[in-house]
């Protein structure tokens, strides 16, 4: 297969597009989950039936690879921290530091409402009790997942965590030794060696004979068969999102460096072949320059070949625009997962951004920073949904519960228009509840 690089362009100058038009128009792949819904239900249905010994067996089918056992015995996970390469293990305490640094300061307080003299609302933040976090093991791996999914979990207050991720055939069915180190790093002593459709079912329905409790959500990301895995268990147990395939746009002008762009187009081009990169300029002479160092930085690249595939599929281009103006239209129907502004005053340009997972400003904030050490969090809504979603945070785990304290004389005050509103909805059961507590006294 030729890794020969051809940026499709889609040129919008002279053109006023509405927002419906550019969702039809911009560069968007995606992937189909209603067509592996037929093939994941029946993994699922048999791991809430069967529990371990089922998901076993798939993992055995379609990894072809069983784990001695599900969970991962904890000297197991205390060997793969003590054999870790020292400079990955100070990476990765740098990553959880800043990590915990910028999540802390999302956790949310409780707040009191005091409507009348004996009428109160709390909102109150409680967390998720038991959390599933899901950290794939397919063509990379991802110790940065388990930091994103754990620390935030565990800044919420979640009490109860278990980590899974596939068996890997390389290393004696468990999952792989860097991911189990970032688990013991973060006192994380829970992990289940398994992946796919089946991990996701075994999290939602669990297996008592074996000791294994069902969670309450699953966080993190995975591929086509984990989504619809968690389509079909939504609602058995919380999901944070249907991932899509990863992408990146960069809104830029003649200000930015062409080897900057095409280096961080590269980047998110380098997890899989339908991920996504989409450069949107009203410079040609920077669309040409891009091009070109597109071509020379994927040629010296090590996954040269994925990198092709992905910046030649229909998700990848160029979108020439006519100005800044409409440039920032662009992007927020586009509604990137990370969306990079390299722009004469980045900042100020930023700022006017609606809809983004997550926002790099500036030559020196590449999303590769993000996807490690900004403290920000990589687990971000994709395929056009951070128009209405945000990405992971301590929120995700947290669940708002309002708290209604109302003596006598409080409820009497509003009693009227309980009634008068319950009337109005033929609902008269409800105004009666109220009558009923005051008798004759009203």
């Given at each position: ?18 927002s ?58 205390a ?20 990590t ?46 388990v930091?994103?999914n ?22 004696g ?27 996701v ?64 187009m ?25 091009d ?5 930085q994927?040629?010296?690249?090590k ?32 509604a ?34 993000g996807?490690?050490?900004?403290g920000s969090n ?31 004389a409080?409820l ?31």
């Amino acid at each position: 297969m030729s890794s020969t690089i051809s940026l499709a362009r889609t040129d919008l100058r002279g053109v006023a597009v509405s927002s419906a038009a550019l969702r039809r128009s911009l560069p968007r792949g995606g992937t189909d989950i209603d067509s592996v819904l037929p093939t994941v239900k029946p993994v699922v249905d048999a791991v809430a039936q069967r529990g371990v010994a089922a998901a076993q067996e798939f993992s055995e089918k379609f990894d072809g690879v069983r784990a001695p056992q599900l969970r991962v015995p904890a000297d197991v996970i205390a060997t793969a921290l003590d054999d870790l390469d020292p400079g990955v293990r100070g990476a990765l305490q740098e990553a959880i530091r800043r990590t915990r640094l910028v999540h802390t300061d999302q956790r949310r307080t409780d707040t009191v409402t005091r409507l009348d003299d004996g009428g109160t609302v709390t909102e109150k933040w409680i967390p998720v009790q038991r959390v599933g976090l899901y950290v794939p093991g397919g063509k990379a791996v991802y110790p940065s997942s388990v930091v994103m999914n754990v620390v935030p979990a565990q800044t919420a207050g979640v009490q109860s965590l278990v980590v899974t991720s596939p068996p890997q055939k390389d290393h004696g069915g468990w999952p792989h030794p860097t991911i189990l180190a970032a688990c013991a790093l973060l006192g994380v002593d829970e992990v289940w060696a398994v992946g796919g459709a089946q991990a996701v079912a075994l999290l939602s329905y669990g297996d008592d004979a074996q000791g294994l409790d069902p969670v309450d959500m699953i966080t993190g990301p995975g591929n086509i068969y984990v989504t619809a895995a968690k389509r079909l268990c939504r609602g058995v147990v919380g999901i944070d999102s249907e991932a899509g395939p990863t992408e990146i746009a960069i809104l830029a002008d003649a200000s930015a460096d062409a080897e900057h762009v095409a280096a961080d187009m590269i980047s998110q081009a380098e997890h899989d072949d339908i991920a996504a990169s989409v450069l949107v300029t009203d410079s040609v002479e920077l669309a040409d320059a891009v091009d070109g160092a597109v071509a020379r930085q994927a040629a010296a690249t090590k996954h040269a070949e994925r990198v092709a595939t992905a910046l030649n599929g229909k998700q990848s281009g160029i979108v020439l625009v006519d100005d800044l103006e409409q440039g920032l239209q662009v992007v927020d129907a586009y509604a990137a997962e990370h969306l990079e502004v390299q722009t004469r005053d980045a900042a100020g340009v930023a700022a006017r951004v609606r809809n983004a997972g997550a926002i790099f400003v500036g030559p020196y904030a590449p999303v590769s920073l993000g996807d490690y050490c900004a403290g920000s969090n990589h687990v971000l809504p994709t395929s056009g949904s951070a128009r209405h979603a945000s990405g992971l945070s301590v929120q995700t785990f947290l669940k708002g519960v309002h708290i209604v304290d109302y003596d006598e004389a409080a409820l009497k005050t509003v009693a009227d228009e309980v009634l008068t509103l319950s009337k109005a909805e033929d609902l008269p059961a409800h105004g009666d509840a109220v009558r009923v507590r005051f008798g004759d006294k009203r």
